[in-house]
């Protein structure tokens, strides 16, 4: 039965068998796996996953969507209707780690991605489609400026890798970006020692909250007093008229610590 797209969701369609296969090959999923996907509209990938995987969970907004898959009757398959966003993970991913595969909704695959990071010890590898831009900020070094919160976050928890880049013409409709397939396998520990992870998203956050500004006034704009600034970014041996671009993991790590003392 033909299925008309919602852009309320955000739907593009992946219907490429080369890049399907390319996304199921990085997953590397084995019949003993747990594997989550997200968005699985008219489920191409779900349709791969399902064969290979011990189980697979899905979390689909759409009401239609959720019919047709329920219509499979696959006691495999488990369904979880509402918004990414909100529905509560923990409470029905209780037996990690498990994989995730997901074509993301390009509207809100940055919220996805910040909510991820803090679920980590639920996904050990994740295979993921972006928007081509906001993908290049996840893997982007310091000193460009696609180097930001999400590049620092990411980098943090993950080893993040390319699998393949995607043109419009694979997705029906087809979206106006191209796209990059990203693989996410979550590290043993931090890169760097976080000190305090709420204190060290706030420090990053601070940094590109205003990026035409320099560092020091980014961060006092952000809250931070000033004493606390001059003092944690000379202790850091970072300057205070540089920009949150320019700064390293060890710089952040440095730079919370110094904070943290304060």
């Known amino acids: ?68 898959l329920e219509a499979r009757e696959d006691s495999r398959l488990t369904i979880h209707s509402g918004d990414v966003l909100k529905l509560p993970w923990r409470n029905f991913l209780d037996s990690p780690p498990y994989t995730l595969v997901a074509n993301l909704p390009y509207n ?19 295979v993921l489609m972006f928007q081509r831009e906001v993908g290049e900020r996840l893997v982007a070094a310091p000193g460009g400026k696609d180097y930001g919160i999400l590049s620092v976050l990411c ?35 931090a890169r760097v020692d976080p000190i305090d992870e709420v204190l060290f998203k706030r420090v990053v956050k601070g940094a590109f909250a205003y990026r035409r500004k320099t560092l020091r006034n980014s961060l006092l704009a952000s ?17 205070p008229g540089c920009r949150g671009e320019t700064l ?3 710089n952040f790590s440095d730079l919370t610590r110094f904070f943290a003392e304060k």
């Open 1 to 68: 039965m033909p299925y008309r797209t919602k852009k309320r969701f955000g739907q593009h369609f992946l219907h490429d068998r080369a890049v399907i296969d390319k996304i199921i090959a990085a997953a590397q999923i084995t019949s003993d796996d747990h594997v989550v996907e997200i968005g699985p509209g008219l489920g191409v990938l779900t349709d791969q996953l399902l064969p290979r995987a011990a189980d697979v969970q899905v979390m689909e907004i759409d009401r239609d969507l959720i019919e047709r």
């Open 108 to 126: 809100i695959s940055s919220q996805v991605v910040f909510r991820l990071i803090e679920h980590r010890e639920l996904f050990q590898q994740m």
């Open 155 to 189: 980098q943090l928890w993950y080893e993040i890798k390319t699998v393949t880049l995607v043109k419009p013409g694979a997705f029906s409709p087809p979206p106006k970006v191209d796209s990059i397939v990203l693989k996410f396998n979550l590290l043993p520990s």
């Open 223 to 239: 809250g931070f007093a000033a004493t606390e600034i001059d003092s944690s970014l000379q202790q850091a041996g970072v300057s």
């Open 248 to 250: 390293s993991l060890q």
